[in-house]
């Protein structure tokens, strides 16, 4: 097993790679939180690699670990499979039924962006005409979304607004039904970042996205 753990900026990163055995994440769990009480921070981040997914509670003792937990802590899980992923899913959801705030994610990105604090843009507005007047007029990403599904991910910059960029794709009967956004200084970095996240996520682009790209 290689354990290595970073103090960042306002969190403490944990790089896990090549651990098999539930002693070995016995091992981990404790020394990251050793370190989180040495060194007072209570924000982490956990990127497992080339690891076997656990799903038995008892065999690692992360039921101790969790109430050892403070309330305050708050720690990201991000692996590189979806195996380790469903197993992140699985101690998250263990860890929300005792008040520990904890996500799993498919990328770092969007792990720090959570740890951070910054919002997310989960808000959706119907797609139609009417509704689509009251985008923000300012540059900045925005997603195209047919139900639940992401089908678009774009970017206003260089003159063009959220707004009109929205517009052109609904004169160009564009079959979505929602739309979100997110108001950002640098919409092409957002842009390839979002893109990323969901190539990871799901193994492919988004279904318009694809389309450009063919």
Request: charged share 30%; aromatic share 10%; proline share 4%.
């Amino acid at each position: 097993m290689e354990l290595r753990i970073v103090r960042e900026t306002g969190y403490l990163k944990v790089e896990l790679q090549h651990r098999e055995t539930a002693e070995e994440m016995r091992e981990a769990i404790w020394t990251v939180l050793g370190e989180c009480r040495r060194q007072d921070i209570s924000t982490v981040l956990i990127c497992t690699r080339a690891s076997r997914p656990l799903f038995k509670l008892q065999e690692f003792g992360l039921s101790a670990f969790l109430e050892e937990m403070r309330p305050a802590c708050k720690v990201a899980l991000v692996a590189d499979n979806s195996e380790l992923r469903a197993s992140d899913e699985y101690i998250a959801t263990m860890a929300q039924q005792k008040n520990i705030d904890v996500r799993a994610f498919a990328a770092e990105a969007a792990a720090l962006r959570w740890l951070r604090g910054a919002p997310e843009p989960s808000r959706r507005y119907s797609f139609n005409r009417i509704v689509l007047a009251g985008a923000p007029a300012e540059p900045g990403v925005y997603a195209l979304w047919q139900g639940d599904e992401v089908i678009y991910y774009g970017r206003a910059y260089n003159g063009a607004t959220i707004r009109s960029r929205l517009l052109e794709h609904y004169e160009s009967r564009t079959k979505a039904t929602h739309y979100s956004w997110e108001i950002t200084a640098e919409p092409a970095a957002r842009e390839s970042e979002l893109l990323r996240e969901y190539q990871d996520a799901y193994g492919r682009l988004p279904r318009m996205n694809a389309a450009d790209a063919a």
